[in-house]
Nanobody, 127 residues
Framework: QVQLVESGGGLVQAGGSLRLSCAAS????????MAWFRQAPGKEREFVAAISWSGGNTYYADSVKGRFTISRDNAKNTVYLQMNSLKPEDTAVYYC????????????????????WGQGTQVTVSS
């Protein structure tokens, strides 16, 4: 497992941008696929975006496609989520998660297959 710490959340107006970061501990970061999930008040936690261990493949929820971009820097043990054109419905606690590369990518949207989670960072989008 890796230890994950998110940062970069905050309050932003609709149409604005934020970049979330997730710093991972350990020397095996590059062996993990990484993802962002979010949970809005009163709702289930949902998949937002994921990136393969190499960074070669990315996956997005339909609700954020074209607005959010996930990326990673394996040299810095960090994964990012660039969020543009934010909407009030993007308001949620955003969680970073990691899963071992050997689980493949077919179920990369399935939160049950992620072993490590960060504490979450709040994103609030005002209208």
């Amino acid at each position: 497992q890796v230890q994950l710490v998110e940062s970069g959340g905050g309050l932003v107006q609709a149409g604005g941008s934020l970049r979330l970061s997730c710093a991972a501990s350990g020397r095996t970061f590059s062996r993990y696929a990484m993802a962002w999930f979010r949970q809005a008040p009163g709702k289930e936690r949902e998949f937002v975006a994921a990136i393969s261990w190499s960074g070669g493949n990315t996956y997005y929820a339909d609700s954020v496609k074209g607005r959010f971009t996930i990326s990673r820097d394996n040299a810095k043990n960090t994964v990012y989520l660039q969020m543009n054109s934010l909407k009030p419905e993007d308001t949620a606690v955003y969680y970073c998660a990691a899963r071992p590369y050997w689980r493949g990518e077919v179920t990369i949207r399935n939160q049950d297959e992620y072993d490590s989670w960060g504490q979450g960072t709040q994103v609030t989008v005002s209208s």
